[in-house]
């Protein structure tokens, strides 16, 4: 007997979505509203000494976007050991905004930090001379993506990163708002990189008490 249509279409939805290796859009169950994430979901603090009251990585009801839910990470420092990765083109998406002074502090205000990723780590940073980009492990950005100058607080910003592991190279783009409103959007393709050998598993997030970052979507996806 040949297969149904709709068994077709049911077998491809579901062998694609054993491709979403790790996916929080943070506005459904276990997730509640004014409750930290921490337990949930893999989601732990890195480090034993890390106290968490409750506040560093709850989930927020966002007035300045229509009250949908999201992460608000303040002064957090905390891990999820997602799957390793399964394939040799790898998707990372982030939607991610912040609340910052200005100028502020020269440090790193905002690190995702992923496991054997090639871009380094996903950083912010708003201090003059700073802003949205790939960071390298020290309190500088190695790439600029969106200059401070352009982001807008209270505003988000989506990033996709396609990593291709047989080219060794992966694309960026971002899309959101320039401070004065206007639609923003980067492209660059074909980043190279050297190849550290192993799958995407795992990734840390580390945020300073100096700036408020919200994460309405994270997801890292096997193509």
């Known amino acids: 007997m040949k297969p149904t249509l709709f068994a077709l279409v049911a077998a491809v939805l579901s062998s694609s979505a054993l491709l979403a290796d790790f996916t929080t859009p943070f506005a459904s169950p276990p997730y509640t509203l004014d409750a930290s994430i921490i337990g949930l979901e893999g989601w732990e603090s890195r480090l034993k000494t890390f106290s968490d009251d409750g506040t ?50 020269h440090l790193l ?9 090639p871009f380094g780590e996903i950083a912010f940073k708003c201090h ?20 401070i ?22 694309d960026v783009a971002v899309t959101g708002l320039k401070r004065d409103g206007s639609p923003l959007s980067v492209e660059e393709k074909g980043i190279a990189f050297e190849t550290k050998g192993g799958a995407l598993k795992g990734l840390d997030l580390i945020t300073a008490s100096s700036a408020r970052t919200y994460i309405q979507q994270l997801r890292i996806e096997s193509l």
Do not use: C, H, M
């Open 56 to 105: 560093s990585a709850r989930l927020v009801a966002v007035r300045w976007d229509e009250y949908r839910p999201a992460l608000l990470l303040y002064g957090a420092s905390i891990r999820n050991d997602f799957p390793s990765t399964t394939s040799s083109k790898v998707r990372v998406t982030v939607r991610i905004a912040f609340t910052f002074p200005t100028p502020g502090p």
């Open 128 to 147: 003059p001379g700073g802003g949205l980009g790939f960071g390298d492990g020290t309190p500088q950005l190695k790439k600029i993506l969106v200059p």
């Open 109 to 117: 205000q905002t690190r995702i930090l992923i496991q054997n990723a």
């Open 149 to 170: 100058e352009q982001v807008r607080i209270n505003a988000y910003y989506t990033l996709t990163i396609d990593v291709d592991y047989d080219a060794a190279t992966y």
